[in-house]
């Protein structure tokens, strides 16, 4: 079965870098759309990143030219490099990948385990 598997959370202070990553595992599939989420404690999961599979990318207004969404198809990752981190980006950060299995007619939405990112002042 496909799994998504995140790494790359952690603490830091406000106005450094994290990179987090998102892979794949298995196979029996191809992937469209990938992007990335995050929830912050007592909020709503809100949306943060998205690259297509042509690589055309989009960002929420709060993150733009602050985050970088990349992926490598060889891998089957995707990446996002945050920098000048703020403490309200502090939340849980869940990668989303829409997968379509060679046995199924139809692409769905699969979604990373969360990785935590603490921004403190």
């Known amino acids: 079965q496909v799994q998504l598997v995140e790494s790359g959370g952690g603490l830091v202070q406000a106005g450094g870098s994290l990179r987090l990553s998102c892979a794949a595992s298995g196979s029996g599939f191809r992937i469209n759309d990938m992007a990335w989420y995050r929830q912050a404690p007592g909020k709503q999961r809100e949306y943060v990143a998205q690259i297509t599979s042509g690589g055309n990318t989009d960002y929420a207004d709060s993150v733009k030219g602050r985050f970088t969404i990349s992926r490598d198809n060889a891998k089957n990752m995707v990446y996002m490099q945050m920098n000048s981190l703020k403490p309200e980006d502090t939340a849980v950060y869940y990668c989303?990948?829409?997968?379509?299995?060679?046995?199924?007619?139809?692409?769905?939405?699969?979604w990373g385990q969360g990785t935590q990112v603490t921004v403190s002042s």
């Open positions: 989303k990948f829409g997968i379509r299995r060679y046995s199924a007619g139809n692409y769905r939405d699969y």
